[in-house]
């Protein structure tokens, strides 16, 4: 069985940073595609990073620049590096994985992902 445990959110002020953890279990971690996902109040679930079996990443035009997406193999934990955190990064953040491939176009989006965490929120002040 597949689980996703997120650890890492919290507060910060604007400017400041946070690393978010995604501890998985249950299913060959290696060869599986990973990304991160937040949402908002009232708003989508959007792609924020990806990063696939042979460490390929994809990345928000939102994020780009700031966030750095990475896996640890050895020891099944999906990361994302928060820096120069800004107030509109404000959202429930998820961790996600699934088995398939996926191009560059795929790798955000929330229906190429079959399994999901709880989330962990973030919330970055002004």
């Known amino acids: 069985q597949v689980q996703l445990v997120e650890f890492g959110g919290g507060s910060v002020q604007a400017g400041g940073s946070l690393r978010l953890s995604c501890a998985a279990s249950g299913y060959r971690y290696s060869n599986y595609a990973m990304a991160w996902f937040r949402q908002a109040p009232g708003k989508e679930r959007e792609g924020v990073a990806a990063?696939?079996?042979?460490?390929?990443?994809s990345y928000s035009d939102s994020v780009k620049g700031r966030f750095t997406i990475s896996r640890d193999n050895t020891k099944n934990t999906l990361y994302l590096q928060m820096n120069s955190l800004k107030p509109e990064d404000t959202a429930m953040y998820y961790c996600?994985?699934?088995?398939?491939?996926?191009?560059?176009?795929?790798?955000?989006?929330?229906?190429?992902?079959?399994?999901w965490g709880q989330g962990t929120q973030v919330t970055v002040s002004s």
């Open positions: 996600a994985a699934d088995s398939g491939w996926k191009s560059s176009n795929q790798a955000l989006r929330e229906g190429e992902y079959n399994y």
């Open positions: 990063i696939d079996s042979i460490f390929r990443t």
